[in-house]
T-cell receptor
Framework: QKEVEQNSGPLSVPEGAIASLNCTYS??????FFWYRQYSGKSPELIMS????GDKEDGRFTAQLNKASQYVSLLIRDSQPSDSATYLC???????????FGTGTRLTIIP | GAVVSQHPSRVICKSGTSVKIECRSL??????MFWYRQFPKQSLMLMAT?????????EQGVEKDKFLINHASLTLSTLTVTSAHPEDSSFYIC?????????????FGNGTRLTVT
């Protein structure tokens, strides 16, 4: 059973600080990693994708991947109240149609 | 790019009736579409994987005769909830990939909130 684990939270971060969201996965041959943001009552939207070890930056977001440790994280710099949402980690591997989602981490940015 | 349109966004129906939800990929061809359901404060639950021109593959515990999925073209998949009951009330979300499934992200529609009275 392929698993993707996330701390459900809630994670509270002061406005302007760095929010750090973590995700571990069990399938060693995983190759594709995605972070989605889901606001309450809305569908998920893609924030970042990462495929290689290391960091990938896009604006205030940085995804970090460490395949040896089976760990992927998302950093949000200069956190804003509008970043308050549930963040979903999703993982896939070659030849597999279906993404495996974590249960999500609920993030609250405190003004 | 990679826009997925889902319609309707909200529907209220009476118990025993059927409801059809449409999912369209607007600017790409989607050989595979996925249907999810989400109850309040719970995580996404995959219901079925829909491949163009073939029967959908349903996840364990999902009744295929109740949740009819049709993927007639590369840009359109439909989910029909037949003989809906109040326990079918949920948030239904479709998604599609643009390229090879394993390395392409899912792009989600805006979801359909179904309320069965």
């Amino acid at each position: 059973q392929k698993e993707v684990e996330q701390n459900s939270g809630p994670l509270s971060v002061p406005e302007g600080a760095i929010a750090s969201l973590n995700c571990t996965y069990s399938d060693r041959v995983s190759q594709s990693f995605f972070w989605y943001r889901q606001y309450s009552g809305k569908s998920p939207e893609l924030i970042m994708s990462i495929y290689s070890n290391g960091d990938k930056e896009d604006g205030r977001f940085t995804a970090q991947l460490n395949k040896a440790s089976q760990y992927v994280s998302l950093l949000i710099r200069d956190s804003q109240p509008s970043d308050s949402a549930t963040y979903l980690c999703a993982v896939n591997s070659w030849g597999n149609e279906k993404l495996t989602f974590g249960t999500g981490t609920r993030l609250t940015i405190i003004p | 790019g990679a826009v997925v349109s889902q319609h309707p966004s909200r529907v209220i129906c009476k118990s025993g009736t059927s409801v059809k939800i449409e999912c369209r990929s607007l600017d790409f061809q989607a050989t595979t579409m996925f249907w999810y359901r989400q109850f309040p404060k719970q995580s996404l639950m995959l219901m079925a994987t829909s491949n163009e021109g073939s029967k959908a593959t349903y996840e364990q515990g999902v009744e295929k005769d109740k949740f009819l999925i049709n993927h007639a073209s590369l840009t359109l998949s439909t989910l029909t909830v037949t003989s809906a009951h109040p326990e079918d009330s949920s948030f239904y979300i479709c998604s599609a990939t643009q390229g090879e499934s394993y390395n392409s992200p899912l792009h989600f529609g805006n979801g359909t909130r179904l309320t069965v009275t």
